[in-house]
């Protein structure tokens, strides 16, 4: 606040141009999954996305574990079908895991345990919305919820009263770059210290079992002292 000049608002301290906006506002329509599609389930087909297709380390999609689907061609199957940029979050169990529908995702559809929303583009960008909900501000808001007694689940009036803030859509879209960013270098960095914790293991255990010795490191005067 040395440099810029911020205003209390219900989400806290922002700067003063940012506005702050219900989620139902900047956001085309807001729908959940149906019940019931596990008589749709098939070896290949559409993506169909659950709760453990969320994670609480980013807002991208974890498709280690899929399901598929081949849905009816009915009205139903059409509402609850994804496109990109669409914004997921959980609304039973785990509240409030979010996702973001990445580019050329193809065909694929949520269950009823995810809300799915479809901002409007001209107002919000998807992933400064997800990566908000993701933070501090988002988890405030579900916190509370959850104390409110609404843990068993999430309802989509509650899902549209949540609040976001609202920069300019070239910022917004700045500050997304930042965090995709500097997300990726910190997955990156996770993923070596996996590997290298994972050959200290090995290396120990070559070490403790005595399949690799440590006296061919040592000295010659160090051999004869041992």
């Known amino acids: ?3 810029h000049e911020f205003k209390d608002s219900p989400l806290g301290r922002i700067p003063v141009e940012w506005e702050e906006d219900e989620l139902g506002v900047v956001a085309e ?3 959940s999954g149906s019940r ?3 008589q749709y389930y098939s070896a290949d087909g559409a993506t169909f996305l659950r709760i453990g297709n969320l994670t609480r380390d980013h807002i991208d999609l974890r498709l280690s574990d899929i399901v598929f689907v081949n849905p009816p061609k009915t009205s139903e199957g059409k509402r609850t079908s994804v496109l990109p940029d669409d914004l997921l979050i959980s609304i039973t169990a785990d509240l ?7 580019k050329r995702f193809g065909e694929g559809y949520v269950n009823q345990h995810i809300a799915l929303v479809r ?3 001209a107002k919000v960008n998807a992933r400064f919305i997800g990566w908000f909900l993701s933070g501090r501000g988002g988890h405030s808001q579900f916190e509370k919820l959850n104390e409110s007694g609404a843990k068993a689940g999430l309802n989509l009036p ?3 009263r949540l609040l976001v803030p609202r920069p300019k859509l070239n910022e917004q879209e700045h500050i997304t770059e930042i965090l995709d960013t500097n997300t990726g270098i910190v997955g990156s960095l996770y993923s070596r210290l996996r590997k290298l914790r994972s050959l200290k293991t090995a290396l120990m255990q070559d070490l403790l079992t005595g399949k690799r010795r440590t006296t061919g490191l040592l000295s010659k005067a160090e051999v004869m002292s041992i």
Request: glycine letters at 14%; a neutral charge.
């Open 119 to 121: 901002l409007l583009p």
């Open 158 to 160: 509650t899902i549209k």
């Open 1 to 3: 606040e040395q440099t």
């Open 36 to 38: 019931g599609w596990a």
């Open 29 to 31: 329509f807001v729908t």
């Open 96 to 102: 409030g895991i979010i996702g973001v529908i990445p």
